[in-house]
C-alpha cells in the first residue's frame, strides 16, 4: 500500500472503529469511590499549580487543553478527553491493526497477551478486533517486540528506564506488568506528569515523591532533579532509555541538554515523525546517530504501517 492509502486507512479504521467501539462495546462507569475522590482532588492540586517549563507552541496549546477538559470533565474519562486522544491515543487506528496481528503472531504472545489486558482505568476505547485490550497498549507492546526482536533486549528486564515524554503512563504501566521491577522515571512536562501520577496511582503502582531510590516509579518535570536522581544509580545498573513520538516534539535546545543524560545507557528506544510541525526530525536525529555511533549501535527502521515515520533503536557498542 502506498503511503497516502495506508494514511487514508489509518484515518478512516479509527473513525469508523472508535464510533463501532462506542455503539457496542462502551461499558459504564461505577459510581466514584473514596480513591477516585482522592486522586481526582490530588489531580485538581497539581493542574492549578503554575509552571513556567518551555516547549514547542502546539504542546504549550496541549498544555492549556489539558487544564480546559478537566474543568469540563469526569477524570475518570480522561482517555476519552479530546487532547488526550487526539495527542496520545491510537484507539482503533488502522496503524494498530498490522501491530496487532504481528503480535498475536509471536512466539512471545504468550507472555505479551496479560500484559496488554487493559486495566480499564480512564475509560480506555476498546481495540474492536480484540476489546480485552486497547490501540494505545498494542501499540507500544508492539514498539517494544520489534525493540526485542532486533537487539535481542528485553526492556522489561532492565534494572533503570528513563523515558522522556511518557504520555500518560502507559509504558510504564506495561513494562511494570511484563515484569519490570526496577527503578522507573518519566521525564515530561508539568500538567502530562500530572495524568501520569493520577494513571498510575489508580493502577497501584508504587510512585516515589521524595528522593527514594527504591525500585517504583519517579515522576519529574526538572532536569536537574532528573539528573540528581540518576546521580543516585549504581554505574553497573542496566540502564534503558524510551522516548517514542517525544523528544522529536520538543525542543532542539532541551533536547541537547536530555540526552547526554543517557546517551552512556545500554539501550535505546526511540520512534519519531520525519517532520514535526516545520521541524526536521530526520536531519537531527542523523546528526545525533552519527555523533554517537562509535558508543551506541544504532538501527534505524521505516515504520510501514506509518508512513514517514521512523524506529531509532540503539544498544550500546
Ligand atoms: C505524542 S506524545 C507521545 C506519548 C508517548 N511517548 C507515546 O508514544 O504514546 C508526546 C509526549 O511528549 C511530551 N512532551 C512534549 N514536549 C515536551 C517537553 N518540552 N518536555 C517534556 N516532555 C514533552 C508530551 O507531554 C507527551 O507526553
Known sequence: MNGTLMWQ?????????????????RKPLPEPSARDKELEKQL??????PSSVTTLPIWVAFREQVRRDFDAYDPRTFLRWSIVRHSMCLTNSGAVVPEYFALRNSPQWPRY????????????????????????????????MRFEELT?????????????????GNMCALLHRLGFKGRYFIYDLPEFTALQRYYLASLGLP?????????????????DQLRAA????????RRGFIATWS???SPFELRERFLPLVES??????AFQGGFYGVDNSEYFEQFRARTQDRIQWTKQHISQSPGNYYLFGRRA
Open 44 to 49: 485538581r492540586e497539581e493542574l492549578t499549580r
Open 113 to 144: 497477551q496479560p500484559a496488554v489486558e487493559d486495566p480499564g482505568v480512564g475509560d480506555p476505547v476498546p481495540f474492536i478486533y480484540y476489546p480485552r485490550s486497547n490501540g494505545n497498549l498494542l501499540h507500544h507492546c508492539y514498539h517494544l
Open 247 to 249: 523528544l522529536s516534539e
Open 265 to 270: 545507557f545500554d539501550a535505546l528506544l526511540l
Open 230 to 237: 540518576l546521580g543516585t544509580v549504581p554505574d553497573q545498573a
Open 207 to 223: 510512585l516515589h515523591t521524595d528522593g527514594s531510590t527504591a525500585p517504583g516509579v519517579t515522576l519529574l518535570s526538572d532536569l
Open 9 to 25: 486507512f489509518v484515518k478512516w479504521h479509527k473513525l469508523i472503529g472508535d464510533r463501532l467501539a462506542d455503539w457496542f462495546l
Open 152 to 168: 535481542g533486549t528485553d526492556l522489561s528486564q532492565m534494572e533503570v528506564i528513563v523515558e522522556f515524554g511518557g504520555g500518560y
